[in-house]
């Protein structure tokens, strides 16, 4: 196998709030290859954006810091090296260049007084030292290769003359602008309506295919986990809790709240049945733990329908259940 | 662009209109006879003469027609005489006293805008630092202090005890016209406008651009690799600017309410000067034409403001 694009050891990252250290992200691994999609899937506050942004070093400054972990990242240079501890300007230097992200908002992730094509211009002018000409013209055609109509007539548009589904063609415009080796997209296709969020896939699979990037998927959207992506890791509180190629996790999930969020899934069809029965989607009963308030042991302990005493003592390592499918769960053999 | 700027420039000609009524009305509503301006207390006029008096100024017909005839002659640059100044005409009378109230505007407002603005970003940038926290306290401390009190303790500090600064008027009297004297004594006035307006611009600012730094294209900028100098300047402070054009649009009508005032603290021969003493002499013509070219200016700055801000977001051009 190639040499990973990027490998996370034991990442921990934390916020101050209030005084106080909340562990936002804690004992995460993860490697991704060139040209390969690893999907990060988990409910609401698992953590899923804190990782993406701790690679990225966006994490909001004074407030959240990495405590620990290793995050090795071979750029353009061809030589891996760790984010972790670097400075501020050298990461500056990374993002945009050799690795980019796309965000959830299409609406609001364009700065709405420059013009498009500027906007998609600037960071080749950046790290590329292209001139502002050489610049545009680029502009337009990465327009293009978006799958944008018309596209010398677009970048000379503001954000708000262009629809959602465009503007986010936009925006992975402007990350892949500099050709990086890493691109991570948190939730690129939730802001987004049904036929708009499958083009949007379809054009991300096929621009990373054809630029060999490594990829990290954010979503909580399991559906788009089976359409665009290798391997998948589900987050719960701030930790992976099972990991393994799409196929594995999806036929023969070890963990129990992988199954949770696969039954709660409608399957083609089981939807409207069950809506024209007037049953609800079974959804994973009890609410995601507050990071201030983390039961101790296994933190899926309090929703777990598998849970027993041996779970509450301490948090489950991830178990190898075979063939690089993890687990965190002391009863993986069992479910 | 163009039916925007024809569509303010209309609005503008109906609020010009509507403060002609208005003062026009106002003045025939204080007590007092306008007609007693025109007359030497000293030599009582025959009720006979009074009439023929009052009929020769057509202030016998109704208040409607009154008006008309008024608005009839303004239109062709004819504001009447001063009642005081014997033969003297308005018009030339208001324009002499333009110039000294721009200038006197012009800076405080400079002054304002540069200060307020760069201490909002030093404050949003830096915030809960020891710098942000004094700027607050200073801010405040402008926005609360009333006109009057810092006019009267810069006139006493500046100029009385420590003597940096003249006390009045535009240029030293008798001496020959310099732009250091005239800087010399636009200095004090200029810093005293100012400071109300620079506290409630940097605070705005500041307002602004917090809001402005959380969010999702601050982060998109960072993403690309923008330095951090650049992501404050280029992409946030442009956009932050938006509400803080709006604020100093609207200040400066505020701002003519303290030029009149300073001017006659300071005895700086502008129109506030003479506004001031029109109406203590109850000079009617003299009121009407320096409120109406005030007026006009307030509108003409407010349309300027529109401008800016449709210039600085093209959100504005389209809709
Ligand atoms: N700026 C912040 N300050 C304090 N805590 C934060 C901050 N950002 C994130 N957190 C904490 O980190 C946890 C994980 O947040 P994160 O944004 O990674 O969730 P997510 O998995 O991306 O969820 P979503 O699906 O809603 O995007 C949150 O529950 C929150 O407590
Ligand atoms: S460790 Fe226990 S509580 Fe946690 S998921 Fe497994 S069975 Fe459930
Ligand atoms: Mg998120």
Redesign the pocket.
């Known amino acids: 196998m190639n040499a990973p694009v990027l490998d996370i050891r034991d990442l921990r990252t934390v916020?101050r709030?209030g005084g106080r250290e909340?562990t936002?992200v804690a004992d995460l691994d993860l490697s991704i290859a060139p040209g390969e999609t690893v999907a990060l899937v988990?409910e609401?506050?698992?953590?899923?954006?804190?990782?993406s942004l701790s690679v990225m070093g966006l994490l909001?400054r004074k407030?959240?810091r990495i405590d620990n972990g290793t995050i090795a990242f071979r750029g353009k240079s061809g030589a891996a090296r760790d984010l972790v501890g670097m400075t501020p300007e050298a990461l500056r230097q990374l993002r945009g260049n050799d690795m980019a992200m796309v965000f959830q908002e299409p609406m609001t992730s364009l700065n709405p007084v420059y013009t498009v094509g500027e906007q998609i211009a600037e960071p080749m002018r950046i790290h590329l030292g292209r001139s502002r000409a050489q610049a545009a013209a680029a502009a337009v055609q990465l327009l293009a290769d978006v799958g944008i109509p018309d596209p010398a007539r677009r970048a000379r548009q503001f954000p708000h003359e262009l629809s959602g589904g465009m503007r986010q063609r936009a925006t992975i415009a402007m990350a892949l602008a500099c050709d990086p080796k890493l691109l991570i997209a948190d939730?690129p296709t939730t802001a987004l309506d049904v036929t708009i969020q499958a083009q949007i896939l379809d054009l991300l699979a096929k621009l990373q295919a054809e630029r060999g990037m490594a990829m990290l998927f954010?979503t909580?959207n399991l559906g788009v986990v089976a359409e665009i992506a290798d391997r998948v890791a589900v987050?719960y509180a701030g930790r992976i809790v099972e990991t393994g190629t799409v196929d594995e996790v999806f036929d023969h999930p070890r963990h129990p709240y992988t199954q949770g969020l696969l039954r709660s899934v409608p399957r083609l069809g089981q939807a409207t049945a069950l809506k024209r029965a007037g049953t609800p989607l079974p959804t994973i009963a009890g609410a995601v733990p507050s990071?201030a308030n983390l039961p101790r042991g296994c933190a899926f302990a309090p929703r777990c329908p598998y849970a027993i005493d041996a779970c509450t003592v301490a948090v489950p390592p991830l178990a190898d259940t075979g063939g690089g499918h993890g687990s965190r769960c002391i009863r993986w053999p069992e479910i | 662009m163009t039916t925007f700027i024809a569509r303010r420039l209309a609005i503008g000609l109906v609020m010009l209109l509507a403060l002609s009524v208005l003062v026009f009305v106002l003045l025939r509503l204080a007590p007092g006879d306008p007609i007693d301006a025109y007359i030497n207390p000293s030599a009582p006029l025959s009720a006979e003469a009074l009439a023929a008096l009052r009929a020769r100024l057509g202030l016998d017909a109704p208040l409607p027609v009154q008006y008309l005839g008024w608005l009839r002659a303004a239109l062709t640059g004819d504001l009447g005489f001063s009642t005081q100044r014997a033969g003297v005409p308005v018009l030339p009378l208001v324009l002499e006293r333009i110039g000294p109230t721009i200038l006197l505007m012009a800076a405080g407002l400079a002054i304002a805008i540069v200060a307020g603005i760069s201490a909002g970003i030093l404050s949003a940038v830096r915030r809960n630092s020891a710098a942000d926290v004094g700027l607050s306290v200073l801010a405040f401390t402008g926005i609360s202090s009333p006109a009057f009190l810092t006019a009267l303790l810069g006139l006493y500090f500046f100029s009385v005890r420590l003597g940096w600064a003249p006390s009045g008027s535009m240029t030293t009297p008798g001496a020959a016209f310099s732009v250091p004297d005239l800087l010399h004594h636009l200095v004090l006035p200029a810093v005293i406008l100012s400071i109300g307006h620079a506290a409630l611009i940097m605070r705005y600012m500041r307002a602004s651009l917090l809001e402005v730094l959380n969010q999702d294209y601050v982060r998109t900028a960072r993403a690309k690799g923008v330095r951090e100098f650049w992501v404050i300047v280029k992409h946030a402070v442009r956009n932050a600017l938006l509400p803080v054009i709006t604020l100093i649009g609207s200040t400066i009508g505020v701002a003519v309410g303290g030029a009149i005032f300073i001017e006659s603290v300071f005895n700086w021969p502008g129109m506030g000067l003479l506004l001031v003493s029109a109406v203590s002499d109850r000079d009617y013509p003299v009121i009407m034409g320096a409120t109406l070219v005030i007026g006009a200016a307030v509108i003409v700055v407010n349309l300027l403001t529109d401008i800016t801000y449709a210039a600085v977001d093209p959100r504005i051009r389209v809709s």
């Open positions: 916020f709030v909340l936002a988990g609401s506050g698992s953590g899923k954006s804190v990782t909001p407030v959240g939730e954010v909580h987050m990071l």
